[in-house]
């Protein structure tokens, strides 16, 4: 295996860092990876091992305000940034491999802006997308009062940032990631009015135009999340174009629970299906 770093100018002037896992052999498909929010693409080490190992390549970038990249932990100004340097990351892989096909795979948070980008963009340069656990609502209600303040403060104070309070046993029954996670710098629990009001109406607007969904879509939920909603994932799923996979025993983090392996086979052999 081969790994390169990637180094993304955005279109504000930020600079994201990333990295390519590359089989020996020319791929015969890439993963462009969107990872979750308040994480970064280490977590994913062992997701890319595997599909390296199966002459898949991966690309991935830590979103701004994430990981290594640039910019505010936790915010964005705009969520259209955000998809923006989606696309920078898909068009790096594209010039580095002309013909290979794409496949655009979003967690969490990130399978909130490939739900987005699929349904925003024209999709000459994917093949087909995948969404795991996708932020198209929460698995629970927020206080009334939690987004009425959140409301207030996107016009006073956009860029604020406070804690999510997040449960990191919530991600997984594996509880060796559960203390990696608890224990990584590069981890954080930040997020400012700005992201989670935009990230609340994208997956709102994503429910309402999937019917329009034009790409094959993998959406796949672990049945025991309770922090994004896996009912929000079947209703997404209803266009001719998806297909839904609903995890029995799985929580938020499918790819890091102790069936892992299982997890990554089957999208292994979707993604390989013509």
Same mark, same amino acid.
């Given at each position: 295996?081969?790994?390169?770093?990637?180094?993304?100018?955005?279109?504000?002037?930020?600079?994201? +860092?990333? #990295?390519?896992?590359?089989? !020996?052999?020319?791929? &015969?498909? *890439?993963?462009?990876?969107? %990872?979750?929010? @308040?994480?970064?693409?280490?977590?994913?080490?062992?997701?890319?091992?595997?599909?390296?190992?199966?002459?898949?390549?991966?690309?991935?970038?830590?979103?701004?305000?994430?990981?290594?990249?640039?910019?505010?932990?936790?915010?964005?100004?705009?969520?259209?940034?955000?998809?923006?340097?989606?696309?920078? +990351?898909? #068009?790096?892989?594209?010039? !580095?491999?002309?013909? &290979?096909? *794409?496949?655009?795979?979003? %967690?969490?948070? @990130?399978?909130?802006?490939?739900?987005?980008?699929?349904?925003?963009?024209?999709?000459?340069?994917?093949?087909?997308?995948?969404?795991?656990?996708?932020?198209?609502?929460?698995?629970?209600?927020?206080?009334?009062?939690?987004?009425?303040?959140?409301?207030?403060?996107?016009?006073?104070?956009?860029?604020?940032?406070?804690?999510?309070?997040?449960?990191?046993?919530?991600? &997984?029954?594996?509880?060796?990631?559960?203390?990696?996670?608890?224990?990584?710098?590069?981890?954080?629990?930040?997020?400012?009015?700005?992201?989670?009001?935009?990230?609340?109406?994208?997956?709102?607007?994503?429910?309402?135009?999937?019917?329009?969904?034009?790409?094959?879509?993998?959406?796949?939920?672990?049945?025991?999340?309770?922090?994004?909603?896996?009912?929000?994932?079947?209703?997404?799923?209803?266009?001719?174009?998806?297909?839904?996979?609903?995890?029995?025993?799985?929580?938020?983090?499918?790819?890091?629970?102790?069936?892992?392996?299982?997890?990554?086979?089957?999208?292994?052999?979707?993604?390989?299906?013509?």
């Amino acid at each position: 295996m081969q790994t390169k770093e990637l180094k993304i100018r955005t279109k504000d002037g930020l600079t994201l +860092l990333g #990295k390519s896992w590359l089989p !020996e052999e020319e791929p &015969t498909k *890439i993963i462009c990876l969107v %990872h979750g929010h @308040g994480e970064h693409i280490g977590r994913y080490e062992h997701f890319a091992d595997f599909f390296v190992s199966k002459s898949i390549a991966v690309y991935a970038v830590d979103l701004r305000g994430h990981g290594k990249s640039g910019g505010k932990r936790g915010h964005t100004p705009d969520y259209e940034l955000l998809i923006s340097d989606v696309e920078e +990351l898909i #068009k790096v892989a594209r010039v !580095e491999h002309n013909d &290979t096909p *794409i496949v655009l795979y979003g %967690h969490s948070m @990130g399978g909130n802006l490939v739900a987005s980008f699929i349904l925003q963009n024209n999709m000459k340069e994917l093949e087909s997308a995948v969404l795991s656990s996708p932020w198209l609502r929460l698995a629970f209600d927020p206080p009334a009062s939690q987004v009425k303040l959140a409301k207030i403060a996107n016009k006073l104070f956009p860029s604020l940032t406070q804690s999510s309070k997040l449960d990191a046993n919530l991600l &997984t029954k594996d509880p060796e990631v559960v203390k990696a996670y608890k224990q990584d710098p590069l981890v954080h629990d930040l997020i400012s009015p700005r992201l989670f009001l935009s990230v609340i109406k994208a997956g709102e607007e994503a429910l309402v135009k999937s019917k329009d969904l034009k790409i094959r879509t993998l959406v796949m939920h672990g049945k025991d999340d309770q922090i994004t909603s896996a009912e929000a994932s079947s209703s997404f799923a209803g266009s001719e174009s998806a297909e839904l996979k609903i995890w029995s025993g799985l929580k938020h983090e499918p790819h890091n629970e102790p069936e892992q392996n299982e997890v990554m086979e089957f999208v292994l052999e979707w993604v390989q299906k013509k």
